[in-house]
């Protein structure tokens, strides 16, 4: 081969290769670009992958919580306050206020306090009653008087007389506050509560009864 031959060639080379060497880094870019996109493209895929989980999660824990809230709703609502050998004895329907109030009165009666007390408390813990709630308290605290727990007792009529001011037991409620300020020894409160009864409800029935006991305590 001529020596011109060979220049030739390698003059033509040298030409072209600038161009070949820029295809080449044009394409090494071009690829850089497409896995630099495919990177971004996989790292959004995972983000939405990690939110859709997320949301599942929230999703399932918030069924999770709905179920356990009714389960624990239906728990109570079936022995709540109540002992395993009373709970709804002769009552059809633990829904049903009147029949939990009518068997609260009927345990009274019969001088069942502990079955009463609980069906009293139980129905002021399940129902909202304007007449039979403020009587529930009220027949609470009388239970809670006769068992000597003046504490309980002393909260039940409060509870009475602060939530339902107007109700007809209020009087005799303050009048029962007395009662406990007296058994207690508390002669000073005893007397202030009764008098207050006499001067607030002088036409009640309660002012009768405070008076009276005024009297024999002097």
């Keep these: 081969m001529s020596f011109k031959l060979i220049f030739f060639k390698y003059f033509v080379l040298f030409l072209f290769l600038p161009f070949i060497v820029s295809a080449d880094e044009n394409e090494d870019a071009k690829t850089d670009i497409l896995f630099l996109k495919i990177q971004e493209l996989e790292s ?28 624990e709703d239906s728990k109570n609502l079936e022995g709540m306050a109540l002992n395993a050998d009373i709970r709804f004895a002769g009552i059809e329907d633990p829904e049903s206020k009147d029949q939990i109030y009518t068997a609260a009165l009927e345990a009274l009666e019969d001088q069942n306090f502990d079955k009463s007390f609980n069906l009293f408390k139980y129905f002021v813990e399940s129902f909202s009653d304007e007449e ?11 239970i809670s008087m006769i068992k000597n727990d003046f504490e309980s007792a002393m909260n039940f009529f409060m509870e009475l007389i602060s939530s339902y001011p107007n109700h007809y ?13 007296l058994q207690s020894n508390d002669m000073k409160s005893a007397k202030d509560k009764y008098n207050f009864v006499i001067r607030e409800y002088p036409n009640n029935t309660a002012s009768s009864l405070a008076l009276q006991l005024l009297k024999n305590m002097e």
């Excluded at 895929?45 to 918030?62: H, M, V």
């Design 132 to 142: 039979k709630t403020p009587l529930s308290f009220f027949w609470l605290g009388e």
């Design 44 to 71: 959004e895929i995972a983000e939405l992958r990690n939110r859709l989980e997320s949301q599942n999660y929230l999703i399932e824990k918030l069924i999770a919580e709905s179920s356990d809230d009714k389960d």
């Design 169 to 181: 037991r209020v009087p005799l409620s303050h009048k029962k506050i007395g009662d406990i300020y």
